[in-house]
Each structure stands twice: as C-alpha cells, then as structure tokens.
C-alpha cells in the first residue's frame, strides 16, 4: 500500500516551501514522508522548471527597500518574475520583502545569493520557488547605501524603490529623506550633483549640443560657450540636488533640504526599477 501524507503533514510543507497543495502531497508521497527528501523533490521540480524557462524574459517584479534599525543603511531588492500576476501576488511580495530585509548584511549581490535563507541559499531558494511558481524568478537588481541617515520609498505597486541618505540624523530626517526619494523614484537623476556625472557622458552632452548649435547655423567660434550653457541646462534637469523639487517646483532639491535643515547634506542616493 502506498503512503498516504497526512493532511497537517501536506499543511506543513507547503507552509515550509510556497509549494501549492498537490505539489506538496506528491512531494511527500515520493519522498514516503520524509520531509528533508520531500523538499529535495520540490527542489528538483524546481531546477527543471528553472532550465526549461532559463530564455524567459522577467520584466516584471517587486521592488523592495529596507533601512536597519538605526537607519545607517538601506538596500533595494528587485525579485524579478514573468508576468505581473505574478508579481502581485501577497506571497511573491512578502518574499521580496524578506530578501530585502537580509540585504541589509551585505554589499554585493554574490554575497547575497550565497547567503543563507531558511536553511538554504538564497540562489537555491529562488530555484525552489521557481518550481512552485512555474515561471522564472531572479534577483534582477541589487543596491545598498550607507549614510549618517538612510530613508527610503517604495512606490505604490512595488515597481520602483529608492533610497537617500542624509549627513546627519535629526528631527525631520526621515520626513526629509522619503521625500527625497520620491524625488529620486520619479524623477530618476543620473548623479547626485554634476561632480558625479561620468566624463563620458559629458563630452556626449557637448557633442550633442554643438552638432545642434551648428544645425541652426551658429558661428564655430561661438559654439564652446553655447553649449556649456546647454550643458547646466542638462546639469539642472538630470542632477538630484539641481532638479526642481517635485513638491515646490520654484525651488531646487538642496534649497529644500536647506529650509528644513541648513546643516543637512544628502550624501547619495539609489534607485531601482524592476523594468
């Protein structure tokens, strides 16, 4: 006679993998009740359905950020999956948010995936749920910040996360800082201030601007000038602190944060979308 699980048997690996229901039963008959077998089982469901779907696109997912305790750090996690039915599902987002939480212990995402969730790595645990889920499910993003004070905002849908970090702590720093990344969510500048945009990207802006200056007919003497002032004008709309502030439009971002605190810098900022 073959081994029949127990119904709070079937109840409990599911709540130990995500595994559905009958996934869990079969799992438990293979494996004739042996819990560790039973998740291997799933696991290897799981390493299949991985293989099958390794060409899938997964441009959908949650999008999750975390600060510690005493907000000094913050790390974004985007857990990347195949359709957006997916990615609204209430177990697929407390997992991403889970995953996020455990970014928090480390700076790459090697260490990450190598670190242990529940009992296995977290690269294992996302072959695991890619057999419970039948699509295919990767870290798609990982970023951490470390400042005096970190905040963060995760917009609504869990599509984008981003995080600031401010020099000091004070009063008003958690206020100052999701507003700040709100900011950084929506408006997705490319460097905190123009010190940090890359070279590259400068001469590109440049040659960009001059190519049109000349398309309009300006003198070469003149083209130099021109369009270093084109490039402020690139500086002011790409640039976190330089951008007119969402919220009050008729100032910049860092007049913003010196009304509320003169004695404030932000330090950094990050951002991730799961597109």
Known sequence: MSYIPKAADVAKLRNMTGAGMMDSKKALVEAEGDFDKAIEVLRKKGQKVAANRADRESHEGAVIAAVNADHTKGAIVSLNCETDFVAKNADFVKLATEFAQLALNFNSKEDFLAADFHGIPVSEKLIEQTGVIGEKIEIADFKTLEA???????????????????????DKAAEVAKNISMQVAAMNPIALDETQVDSSIIEKELEIAKEQLRQEGKPEALLDNIAKGKLNKFFKDNTLVQQDYIMESKISVADYVKSVNPDVKITGFARVSDK
């Open 148 to 170: 005096p004070f970190v905040g963060s905002y995760i917009h609504a849908g869990n599509k984008i996360a981003a995080l600031t970090g401010l020099s000091k702590s004070f």
